[in-house]
């Protein structure tokens, strides 16, 4: 092809150019046909029905987590319920321990007092009581408040008691009997005036030693078990107080 060949190609496409609909620089795309067409409706189509499809699957697992996020829900409900229950037994709990321990002090002062009571009670009603250690268990007794009268005349003297003397009950310790060669039980007498036994303690006293029959006899008072304890914490007191007394420079 020649020179002017070439230019005359040259300027029919400038001029189709020109002439196109698409205006300056467009391209004119080629037309599609319509099998071109179709295929991209059924593409469309694939991906809005997998669309949907992944929607409803996605709609069901919302479904159960909404179904399981109830279910949550009411069991957190539950618990907070249960918890409310047991925070308020929890106090109510605490409250009673606190109205026990309360209580258990105001008992424990009146158990205190009242013990205080029957022990004064006791000890006032063992005040005439005398207690007499030394006759055998073999000694034939056969009236032991009559036998008492003698015994406390003859170890301690007419003179130590008035003519109304009188010995109202006398009776062997409630212990069990000893065995051969233990020592004997002691004698429980309860005078009519708490002034005899006095009086018969404070010839004791005096004399020292008291013999009947070969049996060496001592006389107590009849104390009770906490007066004997009080008694016994006193002994080191006691016995500073009479070194004080015997020595001057105390």
Same mark, same amino acid.
């Given at each position: 092809m020649g020179k002017k060949d070439k230019n005359q190609a040259k300027l029919q496409f400038d001029r189709r150019k020109v002439s196109s609909p698409a205006g300056d620089g467009a391209v004119v795309a080629p037309e599609k046909g319509p099998d071109v067409a179709s295929g991209d409706e059924q593409d469309l189509r694939q991906i809005l029905v997998a669309m949907q499809h992944s929607l409803t699957q996605i709609d069901g697992k919302i479904d159960s987590l909404s179904?399981?996020?109830?279910?949550?829900?009411?069991?957190? +409900? &539950?618990?907070?319920?249960?918890?409310?229950?047991? +925070?308020?037994?929890?106090?109510?709990?605490?409250?009673?321990?606190?109205?026990?321990?309360?209580?258990?002090? &105001?008992?424990?002062?009146?158990?205190?007092?009242?013990?205080? &009571?029957?022990? +004064?009670?006791?000890?006032?009603?063992?005040?005439?009581?005398?207690? @007499?250690?030394?006759?055998?268990?073999?000694?034939?007794?056969?009236?032991?408040?009559?036998?008492?009268?003698?015994?406390?005349?003859?170890?301690?003297?007419?003179?130590?008691?008035? +003519?109304?003397?009188?010995?109202?009950?006398?009776?062997?310790?409630?212990?069990?009997?000893?065995?051969?060669?233990?020592s004997p039980r002691p004698i429980i007498t309860e005078l009519l005036n708490y002034r005899y036994r006095d009086a018969a303690l404070r010839r004791a006293r005096e004399l020292k030693t008291l013999q009947y029959e070969g049996m060496t006899v001592s006389l107590y008072a009849d104390f009770t078990?906490?007066?004997?304890?009080?008694?016994?914490?006193? @002994?080191?007191? &006691?016995k500073q107080l009479r070194t004080c007394a015997q020595n001057t420079e105390c």
């Amino acid at each position: 092809m020649g020179k002017k060949d070439k230019n005359q190609a040259k300027l029919q496409f400038d001029r189709r150019k020109v002439s196109s609909p698409a205006g300056d620089g467009a391209v004119v795309a080629p037309e599609k046909g319509p099998d071109v067409a179709s295929g991209d409706e059924q593409d469309l189509r694939q991906i809005l029905v997998a669309m949907q499809h992944s929607l409803t699957q996605i709609d069901g697992k919302i479904d159960s987590l909404s179904y399981r996020m109830d279910r949550m829900t009411d069991r957190l +409900d &539950k618990h907070a319920e249960r918890l409310d229950q047991s +925070d308020r037994r929890v106090s109510e709990v605490e409250n009673g321990q606190t109205e026990l321990a309360t209580s258990q002090v &105001k008992l424990n002062k009146e158990l205190s007092s009242l013990r205080l &009571k029957v022990d +004064d009670l006791e000890a006032r009603s063992r005040r005439n009581n005398l207690r @007499i250690v030394g006759i055998a268990e073999s000694t034939a007794i056969d009236n032991m408040e009559g036998f008492i009268e003698q015994l406390l005349v003859q170890l301690l003297g007419r003179a130590t008691f008035s +003519d109304l003397f009188v010995v109202e009950r006398a009776h062997r310790s409630l212990v069990a009997h000893p065995p051969p060669g233990a020592s004997p039980r002691p004698i429980i007498t309860e005078l009519l005036n708490y002034r005899y036994r006095d009086a018969a303690l404070r010839r004791a006293r005096e004399l020292k030693t008291l013999q009947y029959e070969g049996m060496t006899v001592s006389l107590y008072a009849d104390f009770t078990i906490h007066v004997q304890e009080a008694r016994r914490q006193f @002994i080191a007191g &006691k016995k500073q107080l009479r070194t004080c007394a015997q020595n001057t420079e105390c």
